[in-house]
């Protein structure tokens, strides 16, 4: 029973943290972690944007996991692109993890010890349990196929290699590793690092999601909501 109930608190205290992103109280979770060093430089993000180019350019703003659509998007939209004369190295593609999305922006081995598929509400689409890994990171050829389309390749490394930008928000992830490390009696500053140690290569981490969503606007973007 114990075991039960420190779940069900670990569970409660996780929505709190998104709770507290989306009304914008943001003081309190950042202040023991605000003078912590990490190796994940955001300050680098200004010059990240610099590689936006393309004639059509956009942005997927991802605020919670929505399926396949925040990966499905950008495929097509490149994918249609190309029917109407313009190839994918003339697409600016930008996506932006955060609030609860940001678990895609991290690897395997995160999602296996921390429950990432438990804690943000992502099912494993074959075994409709909990996902234990990324879903999107490297996935076997013929995973995702859309009707009438068949198969398409929408895993981050497949995106990448086509060309899409993926950065995720710093904020979002100090205030989501705070509370598990809390609810795990963890150092907040040991889990927050190991998480920005896990994330995905050629992920950029952004000072904020929304910060990384104005800055898109600012590179000629056209914004798109996808989730």
Request: glycine letters at 8%.
């Amino acid at each position: 029973m114990n075991k039960t109930n420190q779940r069900r608190t670990f569970l409660k205290q996780v929505a709190t943290g998104a709770a507290v992103l989306g009304t914008g109280i943001l003081a309190a979770p950042f202040q023991s972690t605000a003078n912590t060093v990490i190796s994940t430089d955001v300050s680098d993000a200004d010059e990240w944007f610099k590689q936006v180019k393309g004639k059509h350019r956009i942005i997927f703003d991802v605020s919670a996991p929505n399926g396949t659509s925040p990966f499905a998007w950008p495929r097509v939209f490149m994918m249609t692109n190309a029917k109407t004369g313009t190839p994918e190295n003339e697409c600016g593609v930008v996506v932006v993890l955060r609030h609860s999305a940001v678990p895609y922006a991290m690897n395997h081995q995160l999602w296996e010890k921390y429950k990432f598929g438990e804690l943000f509400k992502i099912n494993d689409d074959t075994t409709k349990a909990p996902a234990v890994k990324n879903p999107f990171w490297e996935p076997k050829p013929g995973t995702f196929k859309i009707p009438g389309l068949g198969e398409v390749q929408i895993g981050i490394n497949e995106l990448q290699a086509s060309g899409v930008l993926f950065c995720v928000c710093d904020m979002a992830l100090t205030v989501h590793s705070a509370i598990v490390a809390k609810s795990t009696n963890q150092d907040e500053a040991a889990v927050k690092q190991e998480w920005l140690a896990g994330i995905l290569p050629g992920v950029q981490v952004a000072p904020s999601g929304i910060w990384a969503v104005g800055r898109a606007q600012e590179h000629g973007c056209a914004y798109c909501f996808a989730g």
